[in-house]
Structures are given as structure tokens and as C-alpha cells.
């Protein structure tokens, strides 16, 4: 058989999935039946969750019987604290979160991954990211709270304080929209782990791994350096204007997948709007994604280039109140749902994932 080579697998189906589609050309996000925008408007992170894992959107009871089981696993044992202590200052969040997902998998390792396994991961990446960012910051890191869901544990870990309603439902919106997003580089790379029958932590280190690249993970930080470079309203049309006219990229718009406008950008721009009223980033930021979609229209009226995700996912995550260090961490902590899901789908009906190279070297004399 002959071989088809394709650089980087695009254009290329490996797997055949039930949990999302990703439709670029029209725009178009779906998890498991659902339109991914209508999820983050009117659900909550823990009833997306649910649907990724179950294959449907949670009872009253079920939501009450799942919030239960995730917030009784938040704690971290004693020996990933350790581990986490015991790395370096200077060592980025990611690095830190990839090698104490590791090692919970010390005590529990199994194939298939089990539901128990998911959960458990899943609660505990927000106490790893707050437990690392505490000694960072040189306190004493904050506890998880049972009483508190999903995103308001995560801000109260942070910060030391309950949360403000506005700020839980914009995150929980950002963390809706980035649980799934078909077969990017991070979820390849868990299945091609999970494929082997390796354990559900060895996969979802190999995804972490993936995600901490730059062409992966990294985009939101961008946005906030330039809004922050521009500074002021005033200010957005020249320093557009000058980026654009030396053909600079304008970073947030545009988008690889969506060749028009990307639902999950219209969604969290919805969710979060409530916030512009009483934060002035949060409104600089609206304020220079109008002056770049008009501008963009202007300098290059036959792109099609909208505001994507990564532009409100900044904003918000400024507004309330994280860090740039924490972006593509927080990333990881929505998109471990999917990336469960992927493992576990792998997992129903498993074959190896094993494509062929095409040799370009010489041969023997």
C-alpha cells in the first residue's frame, strides 16, 4: 500500500469520537450534542463535565451525588505537597503541574482508567496549581472548601477569599468552552499514551506536556501584554494602526481552525460582559477589540479574521484576578476534562496508535 504523507497528520482523521465537533469553516462547536455557547451561557463547569464523561447532561440528583464526589477529592497526598515543596522557585507552573499529576499516579495505576481516576485528577489539579502559587508567592497555600463548586474553590484557593459571583460564572464560562476541542496536539498525544495501555497519569502528563508548548498554550499572555501595551482607550487606534502598517500580528484574532467567527469567543464575550460595568481592564480590552475588528477590516478587508477565544479567555482571567503565569496552567485545569474523556473513549475500544515515517535518508552502498 502506498504510503500518504502528511506533515503533521492535518487533514488527517485517527479517530472516530462522540465527544465534540470542531467544524472551522462554519463556526461551529458541539460537545457531545450540545452547542458548546449554549453549554457555558445557561451550565456550570460541573455539569459539562458530567455530559464529557457520561454522555449526558446530569439529573439534579446526579449533579448533587458528582459535585460531592469531585469536592471530596481535592486534597493533594502528602507525598505530591513534597514533591511540590521541594522543586525550585524558578521551575514554571506547568513543569510543576506536569510532574505532580505524575505522581499521583504512584498509588493508583490501572487500565482501563477508571471514573474514580478522573474525578480524582480533575479535583486535584486546581489545589496543585494554588498549593504551587502559594509558595511562590510566600504564603501559606489556602485549603480546598468542600462547600464551594468547581471555579469558586479554584478562586478561593488563589486569593483566600470567597470569590464574587460575576468573576465564578465568567471563569466557569472560560473553563466550559476550553474542556474540549477535538484532536489538538495535547489530546493526540494523550490517546497515543493511553493507546499503549499505559495508565490514565502517564497519559494525561504526556497531554500536560504537549500543551505547555508555546504554539500550543501560550497565546492568552499575548493578548494581555498588548492591552497593556496600548494602555488606554485613547490610545488603541494608533498603536493598532502602527502594528498593522508594519504587518505585525495582532495577537488574539485570527485562528487556525475557525475561518469565521469562533463561537467560544461569542459566547465568553456574552458571559463576561457583565463585568465591563465595574472593570476598567475588563473594559479597555472590549474597547480594543472593537478598534482591531474595524481596523482589521480596513487593512485586510479579504481575511476573515475575528476576536478568538484567547482574547476574552485574557481578559477574563485578568478581571478576575490570575496572574499571567496561571493562564496556560488554568488551561489545563478545563482541559483535563476532555482530555479524560479522550483517554477513556481510547480506552472502549483501543487500538494502538502506531503511524509510519517516510524515510528521506540515504542508503547503504
Not at 7 to 20: D, F, P, Q, R
Request: some cysteine; glycine content about 8%.
Amino acid at each position: 500500500m502506498e504510503k500518504v504523507l502528511a506533515i503533521g497528520l492535518e487533514g488527517i482523521a485517527v479517530a472516530k469520537t462522540s465527544l465534540s465537533l470542531v467544524d472551522g469553516i462554519n463556526g461551529l462547536l458541539v460537545y457531545r450534542g450540545h452547542w458548546a455557547r449554549d453549554l457555558a451561557v445557561h451550565h456550570t463547569f460541573e455539569e459539562v463535565a458530567y455530559l464529557m464523561w457520561f454522555g449526558k447532561l446530569p439529573t439534579s440528583e446526579e449533579l448533587t451525588v458528582f459535585q460531592t464526589s469531585l469536592a471530596n477529592e481535592r486534597a493533594l497526598p502528602e507525598h505530591v505537597t513534597q514533591i511540590i515543596d521541594a522543586t525550585p522557585l524558578d521551575r514554571d507552573m506547568m513543569s510543576v503541574l506536569r510532574t505532580a499529576v505524575s505522581a499521583l499516579g504512584c498509588t493508583s495505576q490501572s487500565w482501563p482508567p477508571t471514573i474514580q481516576q478522573v474525578i480524582g485528577v480533575t479535583a486535584r489539579i486546581p489545589t496543585i496549581i494554588a498549593h504551587r502559587q502559594a509558595r511562590i508567592e510566600g504564603k501559606a497555600p489556602v485549603g480546598p472548601r468542600r462547600d464551594l463548586g468547581h471555579t469558586a474553590n479554584y478562586l478561593y484557593m488563589l486569593k483566600g477569599d470567597v470569590p464574587k459571583a460575576a468573576h465564578v460564572r465568567a471563569l466557569d464560562a472560560y473553563l466550559i468552552l476550553t474542556q474540549e476541542h477535538g484532536m489538538n496536539a495535547s489530546t493526540f498525544a494523550g490517546r497515543v499514551v493511553a493507546s499503549t495501555q499505559s495508565d490514565i497519569y502517564s497519559a494525561l502528563t504526556a497531554s500536560i506536556g504537549a500543551l505547555k508548548g508555546p504554539l500550543h498554550g501560550g497565546a492568552p499572555s499575548e493578548v494581555t501584554e498588548m492591552i497593556e501595551a496600548i494602555g488606554t482607550k485613547e490610545n488603541a487606534e494608533s498603536w493598532i494602526r502602527n502594528k498593522l502598517e508594519k504587518g505585525d500580528r495582532l495577537m488574539g484574532f485570527g485562528h487556525r481552525i475557525y475561518k469565521t467567527i469562533d463561537p467560544r469567543a461569542t459566547a465568553l464575550q456574552k458571559v463576561a460582559s457583565q463585568l465591563s460595568a465595574d472593570d476598567p481592564w475588563f473594559d479597555l480590552a472590549t474597547h480594543v477589540e472593537k478598534v482591531g475588528m474595524e481596523l482589521l477590516a480596513e487593512y485586510k478587508p479579504n481575511r476573515k479574521l475575528h476576536t478568538n477565544v484567547e482574547f476574552f479567555a485574557a481578559a477574563v482571567m485578568r478581571a478576575v484576578g490570575l496572574d499571567d503565569q496561571l493562564f496556560t496552567p488554568t488551561f489545563a485545569l478545563s482541559r483535563t476534562v476532555g482530555w479524560c474523556a479522550h483517554i477513556m473513549e481510547q480506552a472502549e475500544n483501543n487500538r494502538i496508535i502506531r503511524p509510519e515515517s517516510e524515510y528521506s535518508g540515504k542508503m547503504p552502498d
